[in-house]
Every structure is written in C-alpha cells, then in structure tokens.
C-alpha cells in the first residue's frame, strides 16, 4: 500500500471515531450507537497507523514477507 492510501484510511477511522464521540456528547446518538462505531473504527486506526509507520515514503509497496 501507498501511505497516501494508508493516511487516508488512518484519517477516516480517527473522523469516525471522532465524529461518534462528539455526537455521543450532544446526545445526538445512543450510547450503543456510539460503542459500535467506536469498536469498529479503533482496530482499523490501529492496523493502519502500524501500516502508516512501515510504508515508505516513496512510490515503493510493502514487499511480502511470507509465513
């Protein structure tokens, strides 16, 4: 993967966590909404800021390392 590709997955689960949390505090959403945003959006931020950490900075991909 890119790490433009990564940023921009890294960025959209941050603005859905984001975004379910500030709704969450104007009581615009019930809580169980909010969890289940939250619990899907965080391991996705979590694989792609560890994604974001080992991609280059260039045009070159992850090369597969194997099993």
Same mark, same amino acid.
């Not at 941050?14 to 709704?23: N, Q, T, Y």
């Not at 991609?55 to 070159?60: L, Q």
């Given at each position: 993967?890119?790490?433009?590709t990564?940023?921009c997955? =890294? %960025? #959209?689960? %941050? +603005?859905? &966590? %984001? +975004?379910?949390?500030?709704? $969450?505090a104007?009581? $615009?959403i019930? =809580?169980?909404a %909010?969890?289940? #945003? +939250? ?8 694989l792609? =800021?560890? $994604? ?9 991909? +992850?090369?597969? &390392?194997?099993?």
């Amino acid at each position: 993967m890119k790490r433009t590709t990564i940023t921009c997955g =890294l %960025a #959209a689960s %941050a +603005i859905v &966590i %984001a +975004i379910a949390w500030g709704l $969450l505090a104007a009581s $615009l959403i019930p =809580l169980w909404a %909010a969890e289940t #945003a +939250i619990v899907v959006a965080f391991p996705v931020l979590v694989l792609f =800021l560890g $994604l974001w950490w080992r991609a280059p900075g260039g045009e070159e991909d +992850i090369p597969f &390392i194997g099993y």
